[in-house]
């Protein structure tokens, strides 16, 4: 059975069952420790921030949003030619209106696919079609900073999963 990898490992040299025993229980070493390829948004943290840079993330990460809302997915994701649609409950901060577009820009985008979802949403870009990134800060220091505790507020939702 192992012959024919045996042939084109050693090229049929010590092509002995017990050679090939050694070489093919090392196989799963050298898959678990390969290098594997890294996500797009994969966040990377050299030391553990301080409560005063959490603090100023969550001034940043408030002061870049188009529009904070308390919202529910009422049409999910659907593709890049067919964003999710929100209907907002409460704005925070953003241009006054009924409902938000919802796309998913990029590898770091969160694209909202479950009907029914409930939850506070920072969103960036617009004005036609708007983006959640998925790392949105520390929500404790963001929601005493919007005056507004979305446990309490807003409690989040899962939806219906469904799939674009």
Same mark, same amino acid.
């Given at each position: 059975m192992?012959?024919?990898?045996?042939?084109?490992?050693?090229?049929?040299?010590?092509?002995?069952?017990?050679?090939?025993?050694?070489?093919? %229980?090392?196989?799963?070493?050298?898959?678990?420790?390969?290098?594997? #390829?890294?996500?797009?948004?994969?966040?990377?943290?050299d030391?553990?921030? /301080?409560?005063?840079?959490? %603090?100023a993330?969550?001034?940043?990460?408030?002061?870049?949003?188009?529009?904070?809302?308390?919202?529910?997915?009422?049409? #999910?994701?659907?593709?890049?030619?067919?964003? !999710?649609?929100?209907?907002?409950?409460?704005? %925070?901060?953003? #241009?006054?209106?009924?409902?938000?577009?919802?796309? !998913?820009?990029?590898?770091?985008?969160?694209?909202?696919?479950?009907?029914?979802?409930?939850?506070?949403?920072?969103?960036?870009?617009?004005?036609?079609?708007?983006?959640?990134?998925?790392?949105?800060?520390?929500?404790?220091?963001?929601? !005493? %900073?919007?005056?507004?505790?979305?446990?309490?507020?807003? #409690?989040?939702?899962?939806?219906?999963? /469904?799939?674009?």
């Amino acid at each position: 059975m192992l012959r024919p990898f045996c042939f084109i490992v050693f090229g049929g040299r010590q092509c002995d069952s017990v050679g090939m025993r050694g070489l093919f %229980l090392l196989l799963p070493l050298v898959v678990i420790v390969s290098p594997c #390829p890294a996500s797009g948004c994969a966040i990377v943290l050299d030391h553990r921030p /301080t409560w005063s840079e959490n %603090l100023a993330e969550a001034h940043r990460i408030i002061a870049g949003a188009a529009a904070i809302i308390d919202g529910e997915v009422i049409r #999910p994701f659907g593709g890049p030619d067919a964003p !999710a649609i929100v209907r907002v409950h409460r704005i %925070l901060k953003g #241009p006054q209106q009924a409902e938000f577009e919802v796309g !998913a820009a990029g590898g770091c985008s969160v694209a909202l696919t479950d009907l029914g979802e409930r939850s506070r949403m920072i969103l960036t870009g617009g004005p036609a079609v708007y983006d959640i990134s998925v790392w949105q800060g520390d929500p404790r220091l963001i929601d !005493a %900073l919007l005056r507004s505790d979305r446990r309490r507020d807003w #409690p989040d939702v899962r939806g219906v999963e /469904t799939r674009p």
